[in-house]
Every structure is written in structure tokens, then in C-alpha cells.
Nanobody, 121 residues
Framework: QVQLVESGGGLVQAGGSLRLSCAAS????????MGWYRQTPVKERELIASISRGGSANYADSVEGRFTISRDNAKNTVYLQMDGLKPEDTAVYYCYANLRTAWSDYGRNYWGQGTQVTVSS
């Protein structure tokens, strides 16, 4: 069984910063790509940042230059440093990890429970 546990969400003023963490635990053979999505009641879930096992990162245009994704492979943990937050960044943020639970497993995405980020103007 695999769990992804997120932490770090909250309320912040516009221009402020938050750091999200997401730790994968359980029966893990290997972790491939990891990343973050966000969702609001009026928008579809949006992929905002992803990072490969080797550390290659990609960002959505909406967060490029403000958010930084990183990971600690030894801890199976992915982070999202969010700077210069705007009210439009308000959303529930979900982490994911594409991982294998055994050497014979093809791998699939597992999801965190979501954490609320609210940015006030």
C-alpha cells in the first residue's frame, strides 16, 4: 500500500510565499516522475509543475518564474516552493508520484489528499 501525504498549505497574503511538501511511503520499489496539480471549483485540474527522477523540471506558464519544484529521492519527497503568490493561485493543490511497487510493476500515478492554498488580495 502506498500513501502520499501533503503538508504546507494555508492562507497567505498576495506577494507572500508558501512551501508544499509531499512524502510518498509504503510499498515502493521505485519512484519516477513527481509533480503538482491544482484545481478550483471553476477550473479543471491543471498540471503546474513536474520533475523527473533526474531533476529535470517543467512548469506551466502560469507559474513559471514564481514556483520552484524540487525533490529528495532518498526521502521519496517532492516540494513546491511558491513565491510571489497571487489571488489567482488560490486552489487545492494535489501532488502525484508515478511509482512502481515491485520490479515487475509497470508503474502508475498515486495521489496526495490535497491541500488548500488561499491567497488574499
Amino acid at each position: 500500500q502506498v500513501q502520499l501525504v501533503e503538508s504546507g498549505g494555508g492562507l497567505v497574503q498576495a506577494g507572500g510565499s508558501l512551501r508544499l511538501s509531499c512524502a510518498a511511503s509504503g510499498s515502493i520499489f521505485s519512484v519516477n516522475g513527481m509533480g503538482w496539480y491544482r484545481q478550483t471549483p471553476v477550473k479543471e485540474r491543471e498540471l503546474i509543475a513536474s520533475i523527473s527522477r533526474g531533476g529535470s523540471a517543467n512548469y506551466a506558464d502560469s507559474v513559471e518564474g514564481r514556483f520552484t519544484i524540487s525533490r529528495d529521492n532518498a526521502k521519496n519527497t517532492v516540494y513546491l516552493q511558491m513565491d510571489g503568490l497571487k489571488p489567482e493561485d488560490t486552489a487545492v493543490y494535489y501532488c502525484y508520484a508515478n511509482l512502481r511497487t515491485a520490479w515487475s510493476d509497470y508503474g502508475r500515478n498515486y495521489w496526495g489528499q490535497g491541500t488548500q492554498v488561499t491567497v488574499s488580495s
